[in-house]
């Protein structure tokens, strides 16, 4: 009987050290990343802007290449492949994402409102923004390259302008982070040429495309 007992022991030892081992592998695992797109307002722009009559702005859904459209970070390995980063992820899909991180971009330097998610008031026109990712790849010491495309509307007489640009971003090392950090600057340049596009329609000169 004493044998009995004390294998029993030694299997339920056994078993809580493999559960224990078990629970230190899955603590072992690297805490995922997350990033954004959106980079902090710049105050003063804004007031500067904003000295005017107030624009009303409306960023659409920004269609993306399929592979795109997920919360991970895509990045080239070689000439032929691609990694999904599953512990590297945006804070949203990364349509999602970019979305976001225009429309506010935009509306800081025009000091614009964005109503694609509210309203605005029945007698205010306001400059619709559908803008399409083209293109993008980014690689680790290497390079972020992109490719935008947009068109403009004003809701009140249809006027509008289509517009494109290219961008390339050098990456400044081998982390994810620098993928990130080179991929918000290529999408502040586009934040700038599609501001400076709704400037020149407000000042009647067409789309202002300069891409």
Not at 8 to 13: A, I, V, W
Not at 14 to 26: E, G, R
Not at 94 to 105: I, K, M, V
Not at 140 to 157: E, K, L, P
Request: charged letters at 20%; proline letters at 5%; glycine letters at 10%.
């Amino acid at each position: 009987m004493m044998h009995d007992k004390t294998s029993f022991s030694l299997k339920t030892l056994a078993a809580a050290a493999l559960a224990a081992a078990l629970l230190a592998a899955c603590g072992s695992s690297p805490p995922t990343q997350f990033y954004t797109l959106a980079v902090p307002a710049d105050g003063a722009a804004a007031r500067t802007a904003s000295q005017g009559p107030q624009t009303f702005i409306e960023v659409m859904p920004v269609s993306v290449p399929d592979r795109l459209a997920r919360p991970q970070l895509v990045v080239r390995s070689d000439a032929t492949r691609v990694e999904v980063l599953e512990q590297d992820r945006w804070s949203s899909p990364f349509n999602n994402e970019l979305r976001d991180a225009l429309a506010a971009g935009v509306a800081a330097r025009l000091g614009a409102i964005d109503v694609s998610r509210g309203g605005r008031p029945a007698d205010q026109a306001s400059y619709r923004i559908n803008v399409e990712l083209r293109d993008f790849d980014a690689a680790r010491n290497g390079q972020v390259q992109a490719s935008f495309g947009w068109t403009i509307t004003r809701s009140d007489d249809r006027r509008g302008g289509a517009c494109r640009l290219s961008v390339v971003e050098p990456v400044g090392g081998g982390a994810n982070a620098d993928v990130v950090a080179a991929t918000q600057k290529a999408v502040g340049r586009a934040v700038q040429a599609i501001a400076d596009s709704v400037r020149a329609l407000q000042a009647g000169q067409g789309g202002g495309c300069s891409g």
